[in-house]
């Protein structure tokens, strides 16, 4: 267990000095990895969630294979939106749909009240199994969508390119959209105290899809739901608060809570750390299409984001967003290794 407590991640979590600056990617358990395709050939994407030998199986690979400093759950933010009765769905190649999409109050009233705790019992076992694995290793990362981000799942259907309808029923119905988002919000703190208490040392909040908002559309119809999750996060818990193109609203991301806001590449990372301001953490912040250059080129990159940290304490490295299916592997370990050694103090 002390090795745990003085692992390099989970010290940058509470901002203390470390030797070097932890490491690790969103997507590292994922489809540019062969051993995870292999797996794939062989069992459907929901099957692999639910088994949670396997989950945990695809979560370790990745520490063991890249020497990153945390480990993160196999798992999928829309996992909780199952037992909500919506019909949930991975389609070959179109991504996840939602057969029975919100658009109005009733729906809303309509959607099944349910414990995570009970309803999800495969992610719980999975965290356990990850951890048994990990032996201490590294710490492992548990996770959830913000209540936005499910939300947009909720009333597309699936991923979306303007979250038109998303926008819509916020315009023209608050009040449905109140009770939607309070729902998401008791639900996703519920389902990370799970995590955590089935063993999680941390947390990430996936807010993939915010930066579709307006500064004020985001501070009037997300940030007081998006507080209500992460203040109800058991304490002493680091928080990792993520979402993409919010450069323009980074003080309400930071508003909302987290111990480390996580950043895309659309914003420079000393910029966006001057933004949020020095007393939480930041993690960020390479485009993960970086990875496709040469490892020379990966290189100079991961030097020019540690040069923007500047070394100071609470700076996590990893990509902007996940790591793409056409990722050379070499060069995911190309940029593990590089971030470490030209990090070492
Ligand atoms: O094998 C396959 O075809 C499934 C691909 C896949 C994988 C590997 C999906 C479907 N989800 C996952 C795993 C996953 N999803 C993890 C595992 C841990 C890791 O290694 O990082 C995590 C953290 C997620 C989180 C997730 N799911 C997010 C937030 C992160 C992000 O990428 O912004 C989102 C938006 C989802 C929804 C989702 N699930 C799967 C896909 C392809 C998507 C995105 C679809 C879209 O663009 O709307």
């Not at 909780?80 to 009233?109: A, C, F, W």
């Not at 209500?228 to 930071?254: E, K, Q, Y």
């Not at 609470?314 to 290794?337: D, K, R």
Request: hydrophobic share 40%; with cysteine; proline share 6%.
């Amino acid at each position: 267990m002390a090795a745990i407590i003085t692992h390099p991640f989970l010290a940058a979590c509470r901002r203390e000095k470390t030797s070097y600056t932890p490491v690790w990617l969103m997507r590292q358990a994922g489809r540019y990895m062969e051993e995870y395709r292999k797996l794939r050939t062989q069992h459907d994407f929901l099957e692999l969630c639910k088994r949670p030998d396997l989950a945990a199986e695809i979560t370790v690979t990745p520490v063991e294979r890249l020497g990153v400093d945390a480990a993160i759950l196999f798992a999928d933010i829309l996992l909780l939106l199952e037992p909500m009765g919506v019909g949930l769905e991975y389609t070959k190649g179109d991504g996840p749909v939602i057969h029975n999409q919100v658009s109005s109050r009733t729906h809303v009233e309509q959607l099944l009240e349910f414990d995570p705790q009970e309803a999800l019992p495969f992610v719980f076992e999975a965290v356990r199994k990850s951890c048994a694995a990990l032996n201490g290793k590294v710490p492992l990362i548990g996770f959830a969508g913000a209540p936005f981000t499910l939300a947009s799942y909720l009333i597309e259907g699936g991923g979306s390119r303007n979250y038109l309808k998303t926008k819509r029923l916020i315009y023209s119905n608050p009040g449905a959209w109140r009770g939607l988002m309070e729902r998401l919000s008791s639900l996703t703190a519920k389902y990370l105290n799970a995590q955590i208490a089935a063993g999680a040392d941390a947390v990430q909040l996936f807010d993939s899809w915010a930066g579709c908002l307006s500064p004020e559309d985001y501070e009037r119809f997300v940030l007081p739901h998006t507080h209500a999750t992460i203040a109800n996060v058991t304490p002493g818990v680091p928080v990792i608060h993520f979402s993409t193109g919010t450069g323009g609203f980074l003080n309400s991301l930071r508003a909302a809570g987290g111990d480390i806001i996580g950043v895309d590449w659309r914003v420079n990372l000393d910029a966006a750390w001057d933004y949020l301001g020095h007393d939480v953490g930041i993690q960020g912040n390479l485009d993960p299409a970086a990875l496709l250059a040469p490892p020379r080129e990966i290189r100079r990159r991961v030097a020019e984001i540690l040069r923007r940290a500047g070394g100071r304490p609470g700076h996590i490295f990893n990509l902007g967003h996940g790591v793409l299916p056409e990722t050379p592997v070499e060069n995911v370990i190309a940029m593990v290794e590089a971030v470490h050694e030209l990090s070492s103090r």
